[in-house]
């Protein structure tokens, strides 16, 4: 590289560099009545249990609510991705996805992903006992979704339990 085209990528990094600061705390400088209310966040994550035509007119009304996420108990995550795959809604799932929904590894085992789950889970075995929302399991998602193989797999791996409850207080 010769000297000048250095100077000119020297420059270019070094004034990224300088902004970096800027650009990842710019977000927490955002006033708070810039965020989702709780009840909003609420309002889709609850259309997403039970109401494909609910869900649409929310999402295409606020489609920066598509990832966001409720709390109902402490620790207890759940998106609308979250709460339509474990009611077993993969009409809304799909319409979720077609948005560009963010995937967990339950919402992978509802969806059919079987090859990813056993992989996942005989890579890092304590997944098989990982929570998903309100505690249900993967075996639960897995049946959910209608996939019995799956499922079978799961339970010849030791995962017996549908729903962990009591563990989010």
């Not at 650009?23 to 609420?42: F, H, K, R």
Request: hydrophobic share 40%; charged share 25%; glycine share 8%.
């Amino acid at each position: 590289m010769d000297r000048k085209n250095f100077i000119k990528k020297s420059a270019l990094l070094g004034g990224m560099a300088l902004s970096a600061p800027y650009l990842v705390t710019a977000n927490q400088m955002q006033p708070q009545d810039n965020l989702y209310s709780t009840e909003a966040i609420l309002e889709f994550v609850f259309a997403a249990h039970k109401s494909l035509e609910e869900t649409k007119k929310i999402i295409e009304a606020h489609p920066l609510l598509l990832n966001c996420t409720s709390q109902f108990k402490k620790g207890d995550f759940e998106t609308a991705m979250g709460g339509a795959c474990h009611m077993g809604r993969r009409d809304i799932a799909e319409l979720l996805l077609a948005k560009g929904a963010r995937m967990d590894i339950f919402n992978y085992a509802f969806l059919g992903y079987d090859d990813f789950i056993r992989k996942i889970t005989t890579d890092h075995p304590h997944l098989l006992n990982a929570p998903g929302p309100h505690g249900f399991t993967l075996l639960h998602h897995a049946e959910v979704g209608g996939r019995a193989k799956l499922a079978d797999w799961l339970r010849s791996k030791g995962l017996t339990e549908k729903m962990f409850k009591g563990i989010f207080g």
